[in-house]
C-alpha cells in the first residue's frame, strides 16, 4: 500500500465517513496507526463540522425560497392546525422532509428514514454535527491572518478571505 503519497492518501481518508474509516483500518498497519492519530481524528471532525455548516446554510436558503422554513425551525407544527389542514401539513412536512433526505450521506439516511418530522430530523442533526469549538475559530483567525495572494489571480485570493470571514462571522460569538 505504499504506492501512494501519504499526503494523497490522508486527503482522500479525510473525505470518507467514519463508519468507512473503521472498515479501512483493516488495510494495513501503516492506515491503522494513521486513521487512529489524535491529529486525523481531529481534522476529520473538523471537516465534517465544516461540511455541517455549508450544508445547513445551503438546505435553509432552499427551504425558505419554498416558504417552509417553519417546518425546520419547529415555528410550524403539527398541533398549530384543525383537524381540515393536518393532512395537509404531514403532504408539506413529508416534502421538506424529503428534501433532508435526499441531500444526507446514505450513512446519515440510515438513521432518520424512519423518522416522521422534518423539525426532529432537522434537531437532530443540527445536535450532532453543529459543534463549534474554540481551537475552530482559533485557526479561521489564523487563517485569515496569514492568507496571501501568492500567484493566485485576485478574484481567488479575495474569495478564499472573504469566504473564512464569512465562516469565521458565522462561528465567532459576538461581543455583547
Not at 463508519?19 to 483493516?26: A, N, T, V
Not at 465544516?50 to 432552499?62: Q, T
Not at 416522521?116 to 459543534?131: G, H, I, M, Q
Request: charged share 25%; glycine share 6%; with cysteine.
Amino acid at each position: 500500500m505504499n504506492n501512494f503519497p501519504d499526503d494523497i492518501v490522508v486527503d482522500i481518508l479525510l473525505k470518507l465517513p467514519v463508519k468507512s474509516l473503521g472498515k479501512f483500518k483493516l488495510v494495513c498497519k501503516s492506515w491503522r496507526s494513521l486513521i487512529e492519530d489524535r491529529q486525523f481524528i481531529k481534522q476529520h471532525r473538523d471537516g465534517c463540522q465544516k461540511n455541517y455548516s455549508v450544508w445547513s446554510r445551503a438546505m435553509r436558503i432552499a427551504i425558505l425560497g419554498r416558504n417552509k422554513l417553519g417546518f425546520i425551525n419547529g415555528s410550524c407544527k403539527r398541533e398549530n392546525y384543525g383537524p381540515n389542514l393536518v393532512d395537509l401539513w404531514g403532504r408539506c412536512n413529508a416534502i421538506v422532509f424529503s428534501w433532508i433526505m435526499n441531500c444526507v450521506s446514505p450513512e446519515l439516511l440510515s438513521g432518520i428514514v424512519y423518522s416522521s418530522n422534518a423539525y426532529v430530523v432537522w434537531k437532530d442533526l443540527k445536535e450532532r454535527f453543529d459543534k463549534v469549538d474554540g481551537s475552530r475559530i482559533f485557526r479561521l483567525h489564523k487563517e485569515i491572518a496569514t492568507v496571501s495572494q501568492e500567484t493566485n489571480a485576485i478574484v481567488t485570493y479575495y474569495s478564499k478571505f472573504r469566504s473564512l470571514w464569512t465562516e469565521f462571522d458565522s462561528l465567532a460569538p459576538t461581543p455583547e
